[in-house]
């Protein structure tokens, strides 16, 4: 199932391919590790048919999809933004194209100068990415065990933030939301 929600965050429609459901005809995930993530979605419509929660399928509105993860065999929900939609009325089909949330927000909220683990021996990269994502929507989830190191953010955006994170202790990062009712 894919779940539309809106701009506050009110689910709004679901996705599937069941009687009385908006039926989608591909959803395609693109993920670079520690990179680019989106998401397609194709959509086929017939003009005066369509379903009712269609409408919601916007650019701005939030997609809620539920992703396995084959390495730990759990599913997570991940959240994109709706960025472009296309509405081909030649093929019937509209075509929306998504960014991975996080990624899209993270890249807008900016960090003014902070120093994790400067004047020490080094810090964890839980608590790196404590300070980088401070004051954000977003939390830090599990994070391994991977040393001590240090990192300098100086003006610059949360993500480029958590990519310097990423070169000082390595390891992959991934987002995902937390869904609670609807």
């Given at each position: 199932m894919i779940y539309i929600y809106d701009r506050l965050e009110n689910m709004r429609a679901i996705i599937q391919n069941k009687k009385g459901y908006i039926?989608?005809?591909e959803a395609r995930v693109e993920e670079e590790i520690n990179g680019k993530i989106s998401l397609d979605l194709s959509i086929p419509f017939r003009e005066g048919e369509t379903h009712q929660d269609f409408q919601w399928i916007d650019v701005e509105n939030t997609v809620v999809l539920k992703m396995i993860d084959q390495?730990?065999?759990?599913?997570?929900?991940?959240?994109?933004?709706?960025?472009?939609?296309?509405?081909?009325?030649?093929?019937?089909?509209?075509?929306?194209?998504?960014?991975?949330?996080?990624?899209?927000?993270?890249?807008?909220?900016?960090?003014?100068?902070?120093?994790?683990?400067?004047?020490?021996?080094?810090?964890?990269?839980?608590?790196?990415?404590?300070?980088?994502?401070?004051?954000?929507?977003?939390?830090?989830?599990?994070?391994?065990?991977?040393?001590?190191?240090?990192?300098?953010?100086?003006?610059?955006?949360r993500m480029s933030c958590i990519q310097k994170i990423l070169e000082a202790w390595g390891g992959e990062v991934r987002f995902r939301v937390v869904v609670s009712g609807s």
């Open positions: 039926n989608y005809s390495n730990r065999d759990e599913e997570y929900f991940r959240e994109f933004v709706i960025k472009e939609t296309d509405l081909d009325t030649e093929s019937q089909i509209k075509r929306v194209y998504c960014e991975d949330s996080a990624i899209a927000e993270l890249n807008d909220e900016k960090v003014e100068e902070k120093r994790p683990g400067y004047g020490s021996e080094g810090t964890s990269a839980y608590y790196a990415l404590e300070v980088a994502l401070e004051g954000s929507r977003w939390q830090v989830g599990h994070v391994d065990d991977l040393g001590a190191s240090r990192a300098h953010f100086f003006h610059e955006s």
